[in-house]
């Protein structure tokens, strides 16, 4: 039986008049959003990417409110695919609505990358193992060396050891990745994509959960894949776009733990202005951190944090706050941002938000009796490399 997929957007709600209650899976989070009318089910999912799988055949696909490539590239900037975003997507028009080629793209280049990662070198972790033998090695564990001795068992020494593995949470995705993307792949890709898979299945003996998803996207985001093999930098960025993005069902070739594959879109526009923020001011005397380089709260005992996603100091003094928001600006935003100038001890800071559908890039400033301004400054993502720009400009602009 064919499965089918439902296709919902980012924010809308879809109607599914067979949806019964039953039918969706135990483990959705908070940002999905159960309506009801009549004899109908409706879900809307707020700040969310990827596929939802029902407990029947079907699964819901969630296309960004962005657009598929537009969100692609905002992804790969904000994960370090620099060289992806570059030359992959480079002839890929901004106003491709549909993902036709684009799994295509993507799937190709990323078994590419994968075979070449293979004669650099994988990576490998060390893990504890309890082994047993003859002989001492490891750290011993002597109650149960001692219990073995003393009934006579046939190498008694239990020991902790430390064993290097390659059954890492990226591989396990590669491999959940390159089962999802076969059938988009030219033959001769199919042939290295079966080359490659055969040498993960040696020592990929666990099974990818949505836990090594969680984990590899956590890892990108504070810059983890770095130093001799920054290449898998980009091959995770491809992975989860593979999963999460493109539109592939995950199960259906692949045998998956968890029924969900979603992204969350907010960290993804966070980490993109604020890795857009130190490229701008990359060569200057500024940090850029997330928070700043200390920890500020709102109250003297230090209850509630203030952590602005963006903060830009010179010689150990604030210069700029910026916090990206991934929805429209709010009242408690603008006291939040409030909030920050006042205690950041700047005169002024800024929202960052994308525009609205048919809105186009813009910046409303709004000024305090005391002095304090609050820029909002909307940017048109069906172009990232104008939002870019625009981002880069306010920034420079305020550095001098």
């Known amino acids: 039986m064919v499965a089918q997929v439902i296709e919902a957007t980012e924010g809308r709600a879809v109607w599914i008049g067979s949806l019964a209650l039953g039918d969706l899976p135990p483990d959705l989070p908070s940002e999905v959003e159960i309506l009801g009318r009549r004899d109908e089910v409706g879900l809307r999912f707020n700040g969310i990417v990827g596929t939802v799988k029902l407990t029947d055949t079907r699964s819901i696909q969630i296309v960004p409110k962005i657009g598929r490539v537009n969100f692609l590239r905002l992804f790969l900037y904000a994960t370090g695919g620099d060289q992806l975003l570059k030359t992959t997507l480079g002839s890929v028009p901004y106003e491709l609505s549909s993902d036709t080629g684009l799994s295509e793209l993507v799937a190709g280049e990323f078994v590419r990358k994968l075979e070449l990662a293979m004669r650099y070198g994988l990576s490998h972790k060390r893990e504890w193992l309890e082994v047993q033998g003859s002989e001492f090695g490891g750290n011993v564990d002597f109650v149960k060396t001692a219990m073995r001795v003393a009934s006579h068992q046939r190498n008694p020494v239990v020991a902790q050891k430390k064993i290097r593995s390659q059954d890492t949470a990226e591989h396990r995705l590669f491999l959940c990745a390159l089962d999802n993307c076969r059938h988009y792949l030219e ?168 525009c609205s559908v048919g809105e186009s890039a813009n910046m409303i400033s709004h000024r305090t009796t005391t002095g304090s301004q609050v820029d909002v400054l909307s940017l048109e993502l069906s172009d990232v490399n104008s939002a870019l720009n625009e981002l880069s400009s306010y920034v420079i602009s305020k550095s001098r």
């Open 187 to 354: 033959p001769q890709d199919q042939q290295k994509a079966d080359r490659v898979r055969n040498r993960l299945l040696q020592f990929c003996s666990s099974r990818f959960t949505t836990e090594d998803l969680v984990t590899t996207q956590s890892r990108s985001v504070r810059n983890h894949y770095r130093g001799p093999r920054s290449y898998y930098k980009e091959l995770v960025s491809m992975s989860q776009i593979l999963l999460n993005i493109s539109g592939i069902k995950p199960g259906e070739a692949a045998s998956v733990s968890g029924s969900t594959f979603l992204l969350r879109t907010a960290p993804v526009f966070e980490t993109f202005v604020r890795r857009c923020v130190q490229d701008a001011l990359r060569g200057t005397d500024c940090v850029v951190l997330k928070g700043g380089t200390f920890t500020r709260s709102l109250y003297v005992d230090g209850s509630f944090e203030l952590e602005p996603d963006v903060v830009v100091e010179r010689m150990g003094e604030c210069q700029m706050v910026l916090d990206a928001k991934y929805k429209e600006i709010s009242v408690a935003d603008h006291y939040q941002m409030l909030n920050y100038i006042d205690e950041f001890q700047v005169q002024s800071g800024a929202l960052v938000r994308p």
